[in-house]
């Protein structure tokens, strides 16, 4: 199983970001799909999850109505499109999947909220 994340980066506050994580080694439309995010020296939390075929979505307070979870299973890819950033969306960001055999991590990408 592999997942890689990409698209973090600096963002002005107010601006906008869209994440993307290719998921490889497992049948990517059979399982939900979460990013996580974790800021220095607070413990890492969920921001958003997709259900298999995009039906269903769910989001932490914090981000709601600013964050937009969506997936393409032909492209085995999951985004996180992230409008009106904030200083405090600052963190690394995480795809994650839980499958048959275990819970699986992306190595993370930095997102930067800052003037």
């Known amino acids: 199983v592999q997942l890689v994340e990409s698209g973090g980066g600096l963002v002005q506050p107010g601006g906008s970001l869209r994440l993307s994580c290719a998921a490889s080694g497992f049948t990517f439309s059979r399982y939900a799909m979460s990013w996580y995010r974790q800021a220095p020296g607070i413990q890492r939390e969920v921001v958003a999850s997709?259900?298999?075929?995009?039906?269903?979505?769910n989001y932490a307070d914090s981000v709601k109505g600013r964050f937009t979870i969506s997936r393409d299973n032909a492209k085995s890819t999951v985004f996180l499109q992230m409008n009106s950033l904030k200083p405090e969306d600052t963190a690394v960001y995480y795809c994650?999947?839980?499958?048959?055999?275990?819970?699986?991590w992306g190595q993370g990408t930095q997102v930067t909220v800052s003037s």
């Open positions: 994650n999947v839980r499958i048959w055999n275990g819970e699986y």
């Open positions: 997709i259900t298999t075929a995009g039906g269903n979505t």
